[in-house]
């Protein structure tokens, strides 16, 4: 059974750079069959859709993150990472990654998620 | 790109069904047939149950069915059990390989 493992500091200063990588085992990132995700959400409230990745390299971004947002892949580790930008305390989240298959419109299984602070 | 909508509560009785709406615009939900259902407890990652609108992965309760009328879709659960307590989110595919979610709606099964 495929699974995802997502990791990083769980600390971010204000203006800094948050970075989290996902480790995806069981399965290959290299599948032609899949794109991977990166989902956010606030303490207390819903999900933010960040940007997908597929094995090639080719992204999508949310245009509201997109000038802040860098999802990458590493076919050699099986992992994807994402990188955002001159965080803020808005930014504080617990960030999942996911899969989400080409044949299939939705994100069919996902990270436990990890709690990110961005506080100084 | 703004979020869906969702009611913030619904409740219910065990044995009543609940009918959950995610209402969207002609750029996201009306334009396709790509709304899923996520069903999310405390503290848990959230789990598909719902996916191009009415389609049920393989495992979920056929308690759950989704349905789509213009630009609302809605998530119907049957037979609630006091396990459905959840949050719910619907997400919908909005064109040009991007995606919106609803902000979530909170399930009380009485």
């Known amino acids: 059974q495929l699974q995802l493992q997502e990791s990083g500091p769980g600390l971010v200063k204000p203006s800094e750079t948050l970075s989290l990588t996902c480790t995806v085992s069981?399965?290959?990132?290299?599948?032609?069959?899949?794109?991977w995700a990166w989902i956010r959400q606030p303490p207390g409230k819903g999900l933010e859709w960040i940007g997908s990745i597929y094995y090639s390299g080719n992204t999508y971004y949310n245009p509201s993150l997109k000038s802040r947002v860098t999802v990458s892949v590493d076919t050699s580790k099986n992992q994807f990472s994402l990188n955002l930008s001159s965080v803020t305390a808005a930014d504080t989240a617990v960030y999942y990654c996911a899969r989400h298959p080409t044949v299939m419109v939705a994100f069919d299984i996902w990270g436990q998620g990890t709690l990110v602070i961005v506080s100084a | 790109q703004s979020a869906l909508t969702q009611p913030a509560s619904v409740s219910g009785s065990p044995g009543q069904s609940i009918t959950i709406s995610c209402t969207g615009t002609s750029s996201d939900v009306g334009s396709y047939n790509l709304v899923s259902w996520y069903q999310q407890h405390p503290g848990k990652a959230p789990k598909l149950v719902i996916y191009e609108g009415s389609k049920r992965p393989s495992g979920v309760s056929n308690r759950f069915s989704g349905s789509k009328s213009g630009n609302t879709a809605s998530l119907t659960i049957s037979g609630l059990q006091a396990e459905d307590e959840a949050a719910y989110y619907c997400c919908s595919y909005a064109g040009s390989t991007t995606w919106v979610f609803g902000g979530g709606t909170k399930l009380t099964v009485l």
């Open positions: 069981a399965g290959s990132i290299s599948s032609s069959s899949y794109y």
